[in-house]
C-alpha cells in the first residue's frame, strides 16, 4: 500500500501543474458504443441480468463513486472518493466474470452523480491542487481493485467557479490518461445553465482527453417530439464541437424522447446523417422491471449499423 502511495505522489506531480489545452491523447475508438449506468438504486441487479450484444461496444458504468463521507449526514473530502453502488452484487470478481465472459464488455464508474444519501453531491474541492492528489490516489486505488477500464464525469452540483472545476477534473483526466490507468473517459452534462458553463469550461481546454459526452437528453422535458430531439442534438453538437456525443433516455420515467414516442426512428435519422456515436441508457436498475427490452433494442440497432 505504501509502495502504491508512492509510485502515485511521484506521477502525480505532472498533474497538479498546469497543463496546456494542445497535449495530445490517443483518443479510444469505439464505434456504435453502448452504456448503461447500473448499481445506484439498490434494485439487486447485476451484470449477468443485462442482455448483452456480443457485436456492440458493452461499458457498464457502477453508479456512483463520490467524495462525501458515507453517514447519515455527509459531508465532502476533497476528492478522496468512496464506493456507493452496490457492493454485494457489483463486485471486483463479478467484474472479471462478465469480462471474460464478454470480450466486449468494459466497465468504468461514474463520479459524483445527483445525491448521497439524500444530500446533494456537490462538487466542493479544497483547493485545486489538493483535490486532484486526493482524487488521483483514491481513483487509481478504486479502478486497480475492480480492474475498471473507463471514469464518468457525472457532478450536477457545484460550489466551485467553471475555471476550478475544469482544472481540477481536467487535471485528473489528464494524470488517468497519460498513465494508462483507464482507457476510456466521459463527461455526462445536461440541459442546465450551471452544470453547462462548468462543463463546457472543462470541454474547451480538455476535450481532447474526453472520448465520449453521455449528454442526459432525459433531462429535457417529457413529451419531447422527434424533431425537438433531433434540434437538441444538434445544439449540443454545437456546444461539444467535435466529440462523441451519445444519445440518451431514462427508464426510470424520466423526460426526452421515450422509447415508445421515437427514439429509435431519431436514432435511425442519426445513423443515415453519420453522427450516432452511440446510446446510453439510465439505468440498469430501473431497467430490470420491463426485461431489459429496450436495452436489447438499442444495442440490435446499433449492431446493424457496424
Excluded at 443485462?50 to 462525501?68: G, K, R, T
Excluded at 439524500?118 to 474541492?125: I, L, Q
Excluded at 456525443?245 to 424520466?254: A, E, Q, Y
Aim: proline fraction near 4%; charged fraction near 20%; glycine fraction near 6%.
Amino acid at each position: 500500500m505504501e509502495s502504491l502511495k508512492f509510485c502515485i505522489s511521484l506521477l502525480v506531480l505532472q498533474a497538479l501543474f498546469n497543463i496546456s489545452p494542445t497535449t495530445e491523447a490517443v483518443p479510444a475508438f469505439c464505434p456504435g458504443v453502448f452504456r448503461e449506468y447500473i448499481g445506484a438504486e439498490g434494485k439487486n441487479v447485476t451484470f449477468s441480468d443485462v442482455p448483452i450484444n456480443p457485436n456492440v461496444e458493452f461499458h457498464f458504468l457502477l453508479s456512483f463513486s463520490i467524495d462525501y463521507t458515507n453517514t447519515k449526514s455527509p459531508e465532502p473530502t476533497n476528492g478522496d472518493f468512496l464506493v456507493y453502488w452496490d457492493i454485494d452484487r457489483l463486485t471486483p470478481s463479478q467484474i472479471s466474470s462478465i469480462k471474460a465472459q464478454y470480450k466486449n464488455v468494459k466497465v468504468g464508474m461514474s463520479l459524483g452523480g445527483d445525491t448521497v444519501n439524500g444530500k446533494n453531491a456537490t462538487f466542493t474541492p479544497a483547493s485545486i491542487t489538493s483535490w486532484v492528489r486526493n482524487a488521483i490516489y483514491s481513483i487509481t486505488k478504486i479502478v486497480k481493485e475492480y480492474n475498471l477500464d473507463a471514469i464518468d464525469i457525472d457532478y450536477e452540483h457545484f460550489n466551485a467557479d467553471p475555471d476550478t472545476f475544469a482544472e481540477c477534473i481536467g487535471r485528473l483526466l489528464y494524470y488517468l490518461k497519460q498513465n494508462n490507468v483507464v482507457s476510456y473517459t466521459s463527461i455526462a452534462p445536461y440541459a442546465n445553465d450551471s452544470v453547462q458553463a462548468h462543463y463546457l469550461a472543462l470541454w474547451r481546454k480538455y476535450g481532447h482527453l474526453i472520448d465520449f459526452v453521455n449528454f442526459q437528453f432525459y433531462a429535457y422535458e417529457k413529451g419531447t417530439t422527434t424533431p425537438q430531439f433531433l434540434q437538441y442534438f444538434e445544439t449540443q453538437m454545437y456546444n461539444y464541437k467535435g466529440g462523441k456525443i451519445l444519445v440518451s433516455f431514462g427508464t426510470d420515467n424520466s423526460g426526452g424522447l421515450s422509447p415508445r414516442h421515437g427514439f429509435f426512428d431519431a436514432c435511425s435519422i442519426l445513423r443515415s446523417q453519420g453522427t450516432l456515436h452511440g446510446i446510453f441508457i439510465w439505468s440498469a436498475d430501473d431497467s430490470k422491471k420491463d426485461s431489459f427490452i429496450y436495452e436489447k433494442l438499442s444495442q440490435d440497432l446499433l449492431a446493424s449499423a457496424i
